[in-house]
């Protein structure tokens, strides 16, 4: 067979064998240069051909080492999570959130390390401790997927310990069956019926299955919670199904942007921590403000233990009710006796951040470098301005890294004071304000006439509007 393929091209002229030849080049990929070479290549390149390396972005520093531009990675790494939208919006931070997790056989694949179950629950966890470190005066309640049914895994509650306990006694039961997200959908309208008009009703899914074992029609429930206005995000692990897309684009009016396909393990946790943040308010029902009775007990601590009113539970300290005198164990709750609101002042602030959003601060260039020696806030020195010749390859470094300072400064527009990249992500990640703005207040303090929470007395807190009003009798 290899003589006769050698005989019949040694028969061939030669311009018939640079016609039938395949090469890589520009142009190439047709059998007659001459017609359509020029179409060839006029024609785009196909997406699989413009290839992008990592390693193509690395620039070696003025020392021949290229740890500064690891560095520029670093810093665009911890950019990337900052930079969002900080448009003041009305949001509810009174939240009804319920976590649907998929426990079927699926979540047993290994595309995400170690397993997508084992992974999922580990994620679960860092999302119940962000969830009320963002959202402290917010109830959340967890149900899982597992043989075609909706078991509950823990209940509406306020308590991040309660759930946090629940996940973890997951590791020991594997995943099996398949996946009902009808019937994780009917529970979850049960779970959230009784939650009040003033509170948000949400739902997460997190989804690693390509089907769904429904008994029913799932688009007669789509509807339900349509009226019942609970939204519903989905965080899929496996690709984009339609019916997850229809459920999310129904319970956003038409936004999709709720649903997600992680495509790795980075992605997947950034996916699920966005449902931290409370949603924007659409409708002009839920935009009307509510007066809503809150208390804010004072800590107490006895000589002789007592019953608490929660858990039945001897404890020698706890919150005392500012209505009934009750004793709880922790806050925010809710008085099991007269059913009051009990939370702390700390837990309105800390909510408060949402509604008046850290403006993100701007890269600071080399030619306004010299204005400052130290970050303001931990005082770490900042890298010296190089000279003309030196400062040419540092911005090309910087140029590779898009979002990272140059000089590895980072100015605040209204202080105008310059931070280091790490006080950029604790600001705006953990404290919400500006050290500087908060120094320059403290130097000048003013009075702006807003009423103080006085712990002990009962008031009526306004929601709804953006503001908190709190008035105290």
């Known amino acids: 067979m290899a003589d006769s393929d050698g005989e019949y091209i040694d028969d061939l002229s030669d311009d018939e064998t640079n016609a039938h030849q395949v090469t890589r080049g520009v142009g190439a990929g047709t059998r007659s240069s001459g017609r359509g070479g020029a179409a060839q290549a006029a024609q785009p390149k196909a997406r699989w051909e413009d290839i992008q390396r990592s390693w193509d972005t690395v620039v070696e520093g003025a020392d021949g080492s290229i740890s500064s531009t690891v560095v520029g990675l670093l810093e665009a790494g911890k950019r990337k999570r900052l930079l969002r939208d900080t448009t003041p919006l009305q949001r509810g931070i009174i ?14 694949e290994k595309d995400l390390r170690p397993t997508r179950y084992l992974l999922t629950i580990r994620y679960a966890q860092e999302f119940v401790t962000e969830f009320f470190e963002q959202n402290p005066i917010s109830q959340l309640g967890i149900i899982g997927m597992r043989d075609g049914l909706a078991v509950r895994i823990s ?20 995943p099996k069956g398949h996946p009902s997200l009808q019937n994780a959908l009917d529970m979850t309208r ?118 608490c009113a929660c858990h039945s539970k001897l404890t020698k300290g ?25 939370i702390l002042s700390t837990h309105l602030a800390r909510s408060y951040h949402h509604l008046f959003p ?18 303001f806030a931990c005082q770490t020195p900042f890298p010296t301005v190089p000279t003309e010749q030196l400062r040419a390859v540092k911005e090309a470094a910087a140029k590779s890294t898009s979002g990272t300072s140059p000089s590895s400064r980072y100015e605040c527009t209204v202080c105008g004071n310059h931070f280091c990249i790490d006080c950029d992500v604790w600001s705006h990640e953990v404290v919400h304000n500006c050290p500087g703005c908060q120094s320059a207040a403290a130097q000048v303090p003013e009075s ?18 953006g503001t908190e009003r709190m008035d105290f009798g």
């Open 358 to 375: 850290l403006l993100n601060w701007v890269e600071v260039p080399w030619r306004k470098a010299g204005r400052s020696s130290h970050c």
């Open 190 to 307: 049960a779970a959230l019926f009784n939650a009040p008009s003033h509170g948000t009703r949400e739902v997460t899914i997190v989804f690693g299955a390509l089907l769904s074992s429904d008994p029913g029609d799932i688009h007669k429930t789509i509807t339900a919670l349509v009226g019942d206005k609970i939204r519903v995000g989905v965080v899929g692990l496996a690709a984009q199904v339609a019916i997850c897309r229809e459920l999310v684009m129904k319970t956003n009016e038409g936004n999709d942007s709720a649903y997600g396909v992680a495509l790795n393990e980075q992605h997947f946790r950034e996916l699920l921590l966005e449902s931290t943040t409370p949603p924007v308010t659409r409708s002009a029902k839920q935009s009307a403000s509510s007066l809503l009775m809150m208390g804010f007990p004072s800590r107490i601590v006895e000589t002789h233990a007592s019953l």
């Open 448 to 465: 702006n006439g807003e009423a103080e929470a006085v712990d002990g007395e009962p008031g009526a807190v306004q929601v709804g509007n």
């Open 318 to 342: 706890g919150y005392l009710c500012s209505r009934c005198t009750s004793k709880v164990c922790s806050l925010p709750s809710e008085c099991p006796a007269c059913g009051l609101t009990l």
């Open 95 to 108: 939240r009804h959130l319920i976590i649907v997790l998929d426990l079927s056989s699926a979540m047993a």
């Open 155 to 174: 209940d509406m509650s306020g308590n991040p310990n309660d759930h946090i306990g629940a996940i973890q006694a997951l590791r020991t039961q594997d």
